[in-house]
């Protein structure tokens, strides 16, 4: 039985394993590390059930560190997730829902939202999610003429979108004078530090069916990249599909934005290096991305809560400062 | 009959694309289709392959409309080649070709055992077995081609569109590529429709021949019907030689340069 496996399953399970493997390695150290000098042996013990029992430690790790390692490992999996779909749809491997300018529009939404007085849920996610179709349909609509099709016009038309975002977000700031202003600010720039299992809970509920979703189609995606005339007469259902896919990815960024902000480039650095590590095909990147991209944020995070010497930093900074570089490398790497 | 097409139109906004079409490709044919630049070629290609769909006018392929047909039942029945085009993504030449057998798979494509010989068979009947294993962005235009050719076959089709596969080929490519389709249609029994721009390539090798001008049919028959150079002229605007080729029983045309308009009279 074993013999007849198709290929593709073996290597699934394969690549699956090995990144649930790395995943729960960040999730040990997102647990062990961080302000308090408990160090790794308590951690141990305390997640084991075994040596001396200290109430205080239990609470640092399960209602702190939990939730928040959880959060990044849904908004690792998410944003890669998403660069992932972009990348496939645009046929740009440079195309991420940050630099697009996606994230920027859903940012937008969330700050109205939140400038109302919405709950984060449904609230400031529905407004977010208006959010990013609007800037998705903006995108769409100036990369659908004949003429600005090409790859550079693209990234170029969402450096422009997220220019004007930035401007729209710093206007919206700038007529806030109360307390709200450090909190959004800090929101803005990725943060995961504020959230409990219940707002983990209610993010995990929306985003885990878009995986599925996203996966369903994997294999429409690989026949899309030959083409959208040829992925027809291959028999996808070429509109249908690049619709879902984009209102599903749309609606998983901005699910995220409106929790933790805007952390950028997750989604160019994760399906960059799995593609080198496991190939082009997407019914093995779809999974290898929501938990190598959740176990990228993880790391990120702890190097947030480890580098700093007093106090922390937004996960966001980290993920520009190794995402950016890269970025312009892959940039002049396509441009022969 | 393997295509009948019959008062087809197909208009861009409200400029008319292809205007009252009618004619049929036989079973086992090797069917092209020519004419001058913007004359519909390639629209009548997608219009036939199901990607652009026509105001009016019937489409029947196998003797069943357009219509009745699912995707996939089109995608087993059809296979279409397109332009020549960059795939940026580091797909394998063998996982290009297997994504043909997904009409004949679920949802995920998950290929058997099977698949993967026929994927196989394809590649060796197109003369690349030994890429399988390579890179599709490391291969020359040539091979690339080939390989979705073989994409195409995996598909195991009845009907294979082509659309100008032999643009931007070497001479010697052009004519392998034309060999290999001569092949596909002795031995698999599949009727061959391509779009060309080599009028040369065609009268060599087609068993019916279609002139397109502005969207209008204006020849239709064996090369030596629809290649005269009165007809060519008419479509091309441009001053022809056509004689019979050295090789055979079949048309050669010569384009004929502005300084050479002196020696033309002379013959």
Same mark, same amino acid.
């Given at each position: 039985?074993?013999? %007849?496996?198709?290929?593709?399953? $073996?290597?699934?399970?394969?690549?699956?394993?090995?990144?649930?493997?790395?995943?729960?390695?960040?999730?040990?150290?997102?647990?062990?590390?961080?302000?308090?000098?408990?160090?790794? $042996?308590?951690?141990?013990?305390?997640?084991?059930?075994?040596?001396?029992?200290?109430?205080?430690?239990?609470?640092?790790?399960?209602?702190?560190?939990?939730?928040?390692?959880?959060?990044?490992?849904?908004?690792?999996?998410?944003?890669?997730?998403?660069?992932?779909?972009?990348?496939?749809?645009? $046929?740009?491997?440079?195309?991420?829902?940050?630099?697009?300018?996606?994230?920027?529009?859903?940012?937008?939404?969330? @700050?109205?939202?939140?400038?109302?007085? +919405?709950?984060?849920?449904?609230?400031?996610?529905?407004?977010?999610?208006?959010?990013? !179709?609007?800037?998705?349909?903006?995108?769409?609509?100036?990369?659908?003429?004949?003429? @600005?099709?090409?790859?550079?016009?693209?990234?170029?038309?969402? *450096?422009?979108?997220?220019?004007?975002?930035?401007?729209? @977000?710093?206007?919206?700031?700038?007529?806030?004078?109360?307390?709200?202003?450090?909190?959004?600010?800090?929101?803005?720039?990725?943060?995961?530090?504020?959230?409990?299992?219940?707002?983990?809970?209610?993010?995990?509920?929306?985003?885990?069916?878009?995986? +599925?979703?996203? +996966?369903?189609?994997?294999?429409?995606?690989?026949?899309?990249?030959?083409?959208?005339?040829?992925?027809?007469?291959?028999?996808?259902?070429?509109?249908?599909?690049?619709?879902?896919?984009?209102?599903?990815?749309?609606?998983?960024?901005?699910?995220?934005?409106?929790?933790?902000?805007?952390?950028?480039? *997750?989604?160019?650095?994760?399906?960059?290096?799995?593609?080198?590590?496991?190939?082009?095909?997407?019914?093995?990147?779809?999974?290898?991305?929501?938990?190598?991209?959740?176990?990228?944020?993880?790391?990120?995070? *702890?190097?947030?809560?480890?580098?700093? %010497?007093?106090?922390?930093?937004?996960?966001?900074? !980290?993920?520009?400062?190794?995402?950016?570089?890269?970025?312009?490398?892959?940039? $002049?790497?396509?441009?022969? | 009959?393997?295509?009948?097409?019959?008062?087809?139109?197909?208009?861009?906004?409200?400029?008319?694309?292809?205007?009252?079409?009618?004619?049929?490709?036989?079973?086992?044919?090797?069917?092209?289709?020519? /004419?001058?630049?913007?004359?519909?070629?390639?629209?009548? &290609?997608?219009? &036939?392959?199901?990607?652009?769909?026509?105001?009016?006018?019937?489409?029947?392929?196998?003797?069943?409309?357009?219509?009745?047909?699912?995707?996939?039942?089109?995608?087993?029945?059809?296979?279409?080649?397109?332009?020549?085009?960059?795939?940026?993504?580091?797909?394998?030449?063998?996982?290009?070709?297997? &994504? /043909?057998?997904?009409?004949?798979?679920?949802?995920?494509?998950?290929?058997?055992?099977?698949?993967?010989?026929?994927?196989?068979?394809?590649?060796?009947?197109?003369?690349?077995?030994?890429?399988?294993?390579?890179?599709?962005?490391?291969?020359?235009?040539?091979?690339?081609?080939?390989?979705?050719?073989?994409?195409?076959?995996?598909?195991?089709?009845?009907?294979?569109?082509? =659309?100008?596969?032999?643009?931007?080929?070497?001479?010697?490519?052009?004519?392998?590529?034309?060999?290999?389709?001569?092949?596909?249609?002795?031995?698999?029994?599949?009727?061959?429709?391509?779009?060309?721009? =080599?009028?040369?390539?065609?009268?060599?090798?087609? =068993?019916?021949?279609?002139?397109?001008?502005?969207?209008?049919?204006?020849?239709? /028959?064996?090369?030596?019907?629809?290649?005269?150079?009165?007809?060519?002229?008419?479509?091309?605007?441009?001053?022809?030689?056509?004689?019979?080729?050295?090789?055979?029983?079949?048309?050669?045309?010569?384009?004929?340069?502005?300084?050479?308009?002196?020696?033309?009279?002379?013959?």
């Amino acid at each position: 039985m074993n013999t %007849e496996k198709p290929v593709l399953i $073996k290597r699934l399970w394969v690549v699956s394993f090995s990144l649930m493997l790395v995943l729960l390695t960040a999730m040990f150290l997102g647990l062990s590390l961080g302000s308090s000098q408990s160090g790794m $042996k308590a951690v141990i013990q305390n997640l084991l059930g075994i040596g001396p029992h200290d109430p205080m430690l239990d609470t640092i790790i399960w209602k702190i560190r939990f939730p928040r390692i959880l959060l990044a490992t849904l908004v690792g999996g998410t944003l890669s997730l998403g660069g992932l779909v972009f990348q496939a749809l645009l $046929k740009n491997p440079l195309a991420e829902p940050y630099i697009l300018g996606i994230s920027g529009g859903s940012a937008i939404g969330a @700050i109205i939202g939140i400038l109302i007085g +919405f709950a984060k849920f449904p609230g400031v996610s529905l407004t977010a999610f208006s959010g990013s !179709i609007g800037t998705l349909l903006l995108i769409l609509v100036m990369s659908s003429g004949q003429t @600005i099709l090409k790859k550079d016009a693209l990234l170029l038309s969402g *450096v422009m979108v997220n220019a004007f975002c930035g401007a729209v @977000i710093m206007f919206l700031l700038s007529l806030t004078q109360d307390a709200r202003l450090h909190n959004i600010i800090f929101w803005l720039m990725g943060d995961l530090s504020m959230v409990d299992m219940l707002q983990v809970g209610i993010l995990a509920a929306m985003l885990l069916p878009c995986f +599925f979703l996203v +996966f369903w189609f994997s294999n429409s995606m690989n026949l899309l990249l030959m083409g959208k005339e040829m992925a027809q007469t291959m028999g996808v259902n070429v509109k249908a599909v690049t619709v879902t896919l984009l209102v599903a990815t749309s609606f998983m960024v901005s699910a995220t934005v409106s929790y933790c902000g805007l952390v950028g480039f *997750v989604g160019l650095v994760v399906p960059h290096l799995l593609r080198l590590l496991f190939g082009p095909d997407h019914r093995v990147l779809v999974p290898a991305c929501v938990l190598g991209g959740g176990a990228y944020l993880v790391f990120c995070d *702890v190097l947030a809560r480890a580098l700093p %010497e007093q106090g922390e930093m937004p996960a966001g900074v !980290i993920t520009a400062m190794i995402g950016a570089p890269l970025f312009i490398y892959l940039l $002049k790497r396509t441009r022969r | 009959m393997a295509i009948d097409v019959k008062n087809l139109n197909y208009y861009y906004g409200d400029i008319p694309a292809l205007k009252d079409l009618s004619f049929s490709v036989t079973k086992g044919d090797f069917f092209i289709i020519i /004419g001058p630049n913007g004359s519909g070629k390639t629209t009548l &290609m997608k219009v &036939m392959a199901g990607i652009l769909k026509p105001k009016n006018g019937r489409l029947k392929i196998l003797n069943r409309t357009l219509e009745n047909y699912t995707r996939k039942d089109l995608a087993q029945t059809m296979a279409f080649v397109p332009q020549m085009m960059r795939v940026d993504f580091p797909f394998s030449v063998i996982e290009v070709v297997l &994504m /043909g057998r997904s009409p004949y798979l679920g949802m995920l494509g998950v290929e058997q055992e099977k698949d993967l010989k026929i994927a196989e068979q394809a590649l060796t009947f197109t003369g690349v077995e030994h890429l399988a294993h390579r890179k599709l962005d490391q291969l020359s235009g040539g091979e690339q081609q080939r390989v979705f050719i073989a994409r195409a076959i995996c598909q195991e089709p009845e009907i294979i569109l082509l =659309d100008e596969p032999t643009a931007s080929l070497d001479l010697a490519h052009q004519t392998r590529l034309m060999d290999l389709m001569e092949k596909l249609k002795k031995e698999k029994g599949i009727t061959v429709v391509m779009v060309s721009h =080599d009028v040369n390539l065609a009268a060599m090798y087609c =068993d019916r021949l279609l002139l397109l001008n502005q969207g209008e049919m204006m020849c239709l /028959g064996h090369p030596d019907e629809v290649l005269t150079f009165q007809t060519l002229e008419a479509a091309y605007g441009c001053t022809l030689l056509v004689d019979e080729s050295p090789l055979g029983n079949f048309p050669r045309i010569t384009p004929v340069p502005h300084k050479y308009l002196d020696h033309l009279q002379k013959i």
